[in-house]
Each structure stands twice: as C-alpha cells, then as structure tokens.
C-alpha cells in the first residue's frame, strides 16, 4: 500500500513519524474519514469545511488549499486502486523536538498523513439490511467533540464494550439523554418524524448528518434537533445512526428492547437509498 506522508507517496513500510510528534505523545491532531465510492470522493467539500475548523479551533494552521488537498486524496486512490473504501487523513501537531505542554511556536511543521483502506462493496453492506443494536454508556468524553481529534480512547472502550455484549456499538448517554454513538450520530423517528440531537460542542458535527437532514426536508419529512432518552429510543418507530463509513444505518436495537418491528424500516430505508444516490451523484 502506497501512503502520503508530508509531500511524499511512499510504501506503508517505509513511511517514518518522529517518537516526539505531538500527535503520537498528546493526541494532538485531528482527522478526517472520506468514502469513495467508485472510486470517487464522498462529499468531500464537507470534509474540508470541518477539517478547516476543527485545525482552527486547536490553533493549528491547514497545511493545504482544498484543491491541494483534492489532489492528494485522487491521487492516493488512484495508486492504491480503490474502487470503494475510505481515505484516511491526519493532521498533528509536528515534532517540536521535545516533549512540552505548551503548544510549539509556527516553526514546527504539522505531519501529515493519508492512507487509504480497501473496503469491496461498501455501499451494500449486508448489515443495513439487518440494523445494528446498540447498547448505552455513559458520556465521560471532553467537552470539545465538536473538534474531530485523534483522541479516540474512550470511542474505543465503547467499540469494545459492545462487542463484549455481542452488538454492534454504544451510544453515548449524558444527564440522561443520548449523545451520539462512538462514531456516528443517532436518530430516532416517529411516524414522519426524525429526531436528533442539536449540534453544540457535545456532540461531532458529522458531514453525514448534515447531508441526510438536508435530503430528510427535501422527501417531506420533518426534523426536530432535541435530545431523547434511551426510553424514548426504545419507544421510538425506527432508530439509525449515520457517519461517513457507515453512510445510513438502521438501529434495531437499544438495550437489548427492539425498536418498532425489530427490522430496518420504512423511513430509514429511504434515507439511506436517498442518501446513497445523491452523494454518488455529487461526488468527486
Ligand atoms: N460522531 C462521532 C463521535 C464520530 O466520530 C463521527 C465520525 O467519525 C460522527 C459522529 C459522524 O460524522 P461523519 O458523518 O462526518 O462521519
């Protein structure tokens, strides 16, 4: 496998990160996910809005134009021949050449780094023909998800707590509402209705969750932005998540109770097909 490391395509085995990069000793970068879909890049305008602010937000400057960053995912795609799968991009913070709380001054140079990760047939996931269960678990994650870190430790307790209990993920719960889920946004519906929690900096402002909204008010549907319990879930019609690896996935599921008929429904069904047709359109 080809990667990109700081203006260099080279063999994973020979790509090299210095033990002082601050991304390695403080999870101090930030990332970003993008599918491809034969071979083409989806909704990649959204992925470079929030990358731009989530380096804004931790004072790190963007080492590309969106352009520069366009050509350096293409080009990765292209050499590694990927039909469908995803494009891995990370920005930390450099090697300062010591380790040090503060931030190091604009002489340090960020690392950057994008790899791709061949994924056959993503969009016909077999499992959003069946859904996801989820469990809960408590919120204890900082209180800046709305900048995409690398900092990925408690995401992966939740990964690994669902897989011990035989399901799919868990969804993050806080003063007894529903953040998101370890890496995806969550939804519930109920009847026309989808209903999901507004954006702040307790939740990640996923590019997916915008682009489905979006689609969701052009098919007549409504949305409501309010958090929900895990009861209201529970009670809910239907129940998904949605990220950009994942596109739109059914959750039937919560907590070991079914959501509605225990199966992907109507509603959810449609936004993914909505969803997967228009972004193949759109993309790059
Ligand atoms: N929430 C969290 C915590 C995530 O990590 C992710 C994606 O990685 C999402 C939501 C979904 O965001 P997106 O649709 O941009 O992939």
Known sequence: RT???NGDYLPETEARVSVFDRGFLMADGVYEVTSVLDGKLIDFAGHCVRLARSLSELEMKNPHSD?????????LVARNGIVDGMVYLQVTRGNPGDRDFAYPGPETEPTVVLFTQSKPGLAENPAAKTGWKVISIPDIRWGRRDIKTVQL???SMGKMAAKKA??????????????????NNAYIVKGNKIITRQLSNDILHGITRAAVLRFAVEAQMEVEERPFTIAEAQGADEAFITSASAFVMPVVEVDGKAVGAGKPGAVVTRLREIYLDEMRKAAV
């Open 3 to 5: 990667v990109y490391l």
């Open 67 to 75: 352009a520069e960053w366009l050509a350096i995912h293409r080009e």
């Open 153 to 155: 430790l408690y995401p």
């Open 166 to 183: 035989g399901v799919d993920d868990s969804w993050f719960v806080e003063e007894g509402v529903v953040t998101e889920g370890t890496s």
